[in-house]
């Protein structure tokens, strides 16, 4: 496609020219800083979040084991607590005594596992963010 | 690319750039700026994935083009009023066509025919450079710039 030169000049003389070109890149310096910082917070807040889902993993891991280990060491017909009262509800808490603690750790490593999800999808979210 | 390196690019190339956004945007030179700033601010950011081949300008045109379709999109509504007001002013008809004629008369297209115009006559990028800037097909920018010039020249009586 050939240019219409009566266009061409008239784009080409119209062509403007800017004198503040040292403003612009001073505001544009100032806009990057500030691109800079929140990078560097965002990445500092990765890495938070990376330490915490570790932490998390290592004590669900600990406290886990320590649990299963105990519940595993005491005899199945004992209870794994007592109470000093005896009405209905504490008798009935001392003979389900197993089911309450393993439901309890269950629950423990299900907020655990959705800690750890929700973590890495704000980990995801913040590098594509900074990318 | 580091922050010197594109500093340093950006100061060969942000008169190019500001020309480019100051004819999308018809003559308002406060929007053009701040969609400079804008465009300048996305492409420091995608920096990282930037393979120097010499065409960092059609690199900043595009991030540039992008930016100007979105605002563009977000700013549908008063587009239309500005848009209302500019076909109300009379266009200059002396056959030779003054800063404020070229600008009014740009702003009555649509921004993508405006875009191809603008590269083409403004910039000199060839239809193929277009094409890869707007990401369209060649064909695609070749109608947008035959519809254009066919528009431009009729409001500008040339």
Known sequence: MNKDKSLEALFQAQKPHFTDSEQFMARLTKRLDAVEYIRQYQEQTIRRYKMIMVATFVVGIISGAATIGFLLSTPANVPL??????TGLLIWLIDNSRIIVSTGLAALMTLGIISII?????????????? | MNRETFITYVEQEQEALRSFLFALCC???DEADDLAQDTLVKAYLSSAGYQDKGKFRSWLFKIAHNTFLNHRASQHYTENIDDDRIKSLPLGGD????????????????PKERSAITLFYLTGYSIKEIAQITETSEDAVK?????????LKEKLKL
Not at chain 2, 143 to 151: A, T
């Open chain 2, 143 to 151: 109608k947008q710039l035959s519809r254009g010039r066919d528009k």
């Open chain 1, 118 to 131: 929700n973590n890495v999808q704000d980990i995801r979210q913040m590098q594509c963010e900074i990318s």
């Open chain 2, 27 to 29: 003559g308002n030179k």
């Open chain 1, 81 to 86: 607590f007592t109470f000093h009262g005896q």
């Open chain 2, 95 to 110: 056959g030779e066509g003054s800063y404020e004629d070229l600008y009014l008369a740009l702003s009555t297209l649509p």
